[in-house]
Structure formats: C-alpha cells, structure tokens
C-alpha cells in the first residue's frame, strides 16, 4: 500500500494540527498502523500506533496531546496534535503494517515556533 501524508505547517506553541495518511487500498485489515518522527540528527521514533480495531497507544512524550484514529471507510489515518511546543518540530511519518512487511509514507514536516 502506497501512504500520503499532509496536514505539516508551521504553528506557534500551544497550538494544533491534524495530519491525514491516506492510504491507496483498503486499511480494513492493517494492523497495525501509526505515526513515528525525527528531528534533524536524531534516529526515527515511535509517536503513535493504532490496531485495525481503533486501539491506540502512545509515546510518553505525547501522551495527553495527541490522539491517533482511522477512518477505514476512507482509507485514512489521522494524527491530531494539540498543545504543541518546540520539541515537536520534526518530520512525521505514517506507517502501515508490521515491522517485517512495513510500507511508509514520505513524511510531512511539522514546525512549532514562535
């Protein structure tokens, strides 16, 4: 499956965004799908997967300010992002499928400034 993000921008702390991974076929039965990041010099990280059934599951450093979903119907993830402060600023990817059969979207960067 081939995944687009959009949705990155620049926003001042304390503000959101939502980005969209749309997905080219089903998503029904992709398990599981998700979110990582990475900031210039650091390693790619986990932000947020999600299970086919709708279970998310988070990195502590977001915990309580972003919030993963998947609409199935329209072969779409969602990551929506409150609250954001500079240590968020990276580029984000979107995911799909377990570690040995992983395909990944080509990243939408994401600026938090003042």
């Known amino acids: 499956v081939q995944l687009v993000e959009s949705g990155g921008g620049l926003v001042r702390p304390g503000g959101s965004l939502r980005l969209s991974c749309a997905a080219s076929?089903?998503?029904?039965?992709?398990?599981?799908m998700g979110w990582y990041r990475q900031a210039p010099g650091t390693q790619r990280t986990l932000v947020a997967t999600i299970t086919s059934g709708g279970t998310a599951n988070y990195a502590d450093s977001v915990k309580g300010r972003f919030t993963s979903s998947r609409d199935n119907a329209k072969n779409t993830v969602y990551l929506q992002m409150n609250s954001l402060k500079p240590e968020d600023t990276a580029v984000y990817y979107c995911y799909a499928g377990p570690g040995w059969d992983r395909s990944w979207g080509q990243g939408t960067q994401v600026t938090v400034s003042s």
């Open positions: 076929g089903s998503i029904a039965s992709i398990n599981p």
